[in-house]
């Protein structure tokens, strides 16, 4: 019997990861997910996510071997998230099987994302009508074709509809789950998390997955060093034309550079950088919202609760009590 009621991390110990494999499956993507995942550790050295690989048959077939799945489609009646990979090919249906998985899934209250293809898996199930949604630059016309009720954003690296997610190719497919371990255990775990996969520790999915344009390959326009400045002086005034001058360019020319190399505006990357660092302070220190928002750079208490909540969603306060280090409450 299924029911409506929400599943939320933490109402299983551990939170059940389900990771679905098929026919002609993007290996990659689901082997990303399961060493995100599985790195994860949480301040007292325990791993909150149990992974789960489940197939609706014992064996399937990738583009180079056969695989043979420990767990069914059984598995997904106990998982609060499930992660559906890309495809090799697309010329082929989804089972219906597997669409009716997930959606049953989703009836119950789980999180699914896609990662890169799996999107056109995602968008078969009728879930994402109506929604934003992202895959592969490269076929992201064709998901609009095939399926005229989603909004598709070819730019950006993933979206997050709440209980649905999508993701673009490759490694951004570790971004969005970096992105849901922050989401559930904040930003210290998935920092950590990112530094035991050798990743960033975030990119927004706002960020662009594909840069047309060459980089600069001289090395005064690298931003790096202009990048790593401004994350030591988050205090200052950071504002176009003050970033323009510790650069040495125009401020037009520091807004093109940062398009290029980023894919985002300097005052975008800022504000990321902002409440990436208040949530690290909201989590490992006592210091209060007024002295965090001084020191972040937000100025005033309000406007550092406002910019926090349009970034995170929950104010900062809220953020502390889910996300603090107990060793410091």
């Known amino acids: 019997m299924t029911t409506n009621k929400e599943i939320m991390p933490n109402e299983l110990e551990p939170h059940t990861v389900a990771i679905l494999v098929f026919d002609d499956v993007v290996m990659a993507d689901a082997t990303i997910a399961a060493e995100a995942f599985a790195r994860v550790r949480l301040r007292c050295g325990t791993s909150p996510y149990r992974v789960k690989i489940c197939a609706a048959h014992k064996t399937i077939s990738t583009q180079f071997f056969d695989l043979e799945v420990p767990h069914t ?6 998982a609060s998230t499930i992660i559906v990979p890309g495809l090799t090919t697309l010329d082929t249906q989804p089972c219906p099987k597997l669409l009716n998985a997930l959606r049953g899934a989703k009836h119950r209250g789980a999180r699914i994302a896609s990662i890169c293809t ?53 490694i951004s497919g570790m971004d969005l789950c970096l992105h849901i371990i922050r989401k559930d255990f904040g930003a210290t775990v998935a920092a950590n998390t990112a530094r035991m996969c050798v990743m960033a520790p975030e990119r927004s999915g706002g960020q662009r997955q594909f840069i047309r344009r060459e980089m600069p390959k001289a090395n005064n326009a690298s931003l790096q060093p202009l990048l790593e400045w401004v994350e030591k002086n988050l ?7 003050e970033l323009s001058t510790k650069a040495f360019v125009s401020p037009r020319t520091l807004h093109r550079r940062f398009m290029e190399q980023i894919g985002i505006p300097p005052a975008t990357w800022v504000l990321q950088c902002r409440v990436r660092y208040a949530q690290t302070l909201l ?47």
Do not use: C, M
Request: without cysteine; proline residues 2%.
């Open 118 to 170: 799996g999107a056109f898996i995602l968008a078969a199930t009728g879930l994402l009508d109506g929604l934003r949604a992202t895959t592969h630059w490269s076929v992201a016309s064709k998901l609009a074709e095939d399926y005229p009720a989603l909004d598709v954003d070819e730019d950006v690296l993933y979206v997050d509809n709440g209980k649905l997610l999508t993701s673009a190719g490759a």
């Open 73 to 78: 489609f059984a598995s997904l009646r106990s």
């Open 283 to 329: 989590e490992s220190t006592k210091l209060s919202i007024d002295q965090i928002a001084e020191d972040v750079g937000f100025g005033s208490s309000a406007n550092f609760r406002d910019q926090f909540g349009r970034q995170i969603g929950i104010n900062p306060s809220t953020y502390r009590r889910s996300f603090a280090n107990a060793s410091i409450t």
């Open 235 to 241: 205090r200052n005034d950071l504002s176009i034309n």
